[in-house]
């Protein structure tokens, strides 16, 4: 069972901006980094965002992190056909000496 | 070019047991911690171990406490999970990770190896 609650499914149409939302707690999220990662179909997961909000080097400016208290959200604009993939949010957890992952967005571009 | 190879799944029975290896690449393996991470069929990603460069921090998912056991052999630049009593709900494909430094995140990841656990 996920610590991590995230929204199960986000759409946009190309060009739009969409949210993705990552509900913690103060163990998790409320006091350590947020990371943000996509996998797209048949693929293993690729790094997206690291310390809440920053892009590892190849990753587009379109996708950005934030996060506020025990939330944490990726924002993805101008949203392209390519950008269909899971989304799963994640953080340490000082109460389970373990690190926990979202349950995980699936975002569509109709 | 920084490649994370996994190796070792397949089919086994409930109770049995697999070990699973990956094999690194193309970095100073000694330097990083490791992770492994699971995703169950149609599933989303689980966390389950971490050990540090040198072995002597580790920390695991409470889901495989008693059962699996992780370990590294820097000099093969090999990282292992030894997964005993294994059960269905094991079933899952599993991915090593690297740790990278300054809280940067699982910044590579290998293709993943499938486990399925089933009589």
């Known amino acids: 069972q996920s610590v991590l609650t995230q929204t199960p499914s986000a759409s946009g149409t190309p060009g739009q901006r969409v949210t993705i939302s990552c509900s913690g707690s103060s163990s998790n999220i409320g006091s350590n980094y947020v990371y943000w990662y996509q996998q797209l179909p048949g693929t293993a997961p690729k790094l997206l965002i690291y310390r809440n909000n920053q892009r590892p080097s190849g990753v587009p400016d379109r996708f950005s992190g934030s996060r506020s208290g025990t939330s944490a959200s990726l924002a993805i604009s101008g949203l392209r056909s390519e950008d269909e993939a899971d989304y799963y949010c994640?953080?340490?957890?000082?109460?389970?000496?373990?690190?926990?992952f979202g349950t995980g967005t699936k975002v569509t571009v109709v | 070019e920084v490649q994370l190879v996994e190796s070792g799944g397949g089919l086994v029975q409930p109770g049995g047991s697999l070990r699973l290896s990956c094999a690194a690449s193309g970095f100073n393996f000694s330097d990083y911690s490791m992770n492994w991470v699971r995703q169950a069929p149609g599933k989303g990603l689980e966390w389950i171990y971490y050990i540090s460069s040198s072995s002597g921090s580790i920390y695991y998912a409470d889901s495989v406490k008693g059962r699996f056991t992780i370990s590294r052999d820097n000099a093969r630049n090999s990282l292992f999970l030894q997964m005993d009593s294994l059960r269905a709900e094991d079933t899952a494909v599993y991915y090593c990770?690297?740790?990278?430094?300054?809280?940067?995140?699982?910044?590579?990841w290998g293709q993943g190896t499938l486990v399925t656990v089933s009589s």
């Open positions: 994640a953080a340490w957890d000082d109460s389970l000496s373990g690190y926990v």
């Open positions: 990770a690297r740790d990278a430094y300054n809280f940067v995140g699982f910044d590579y």
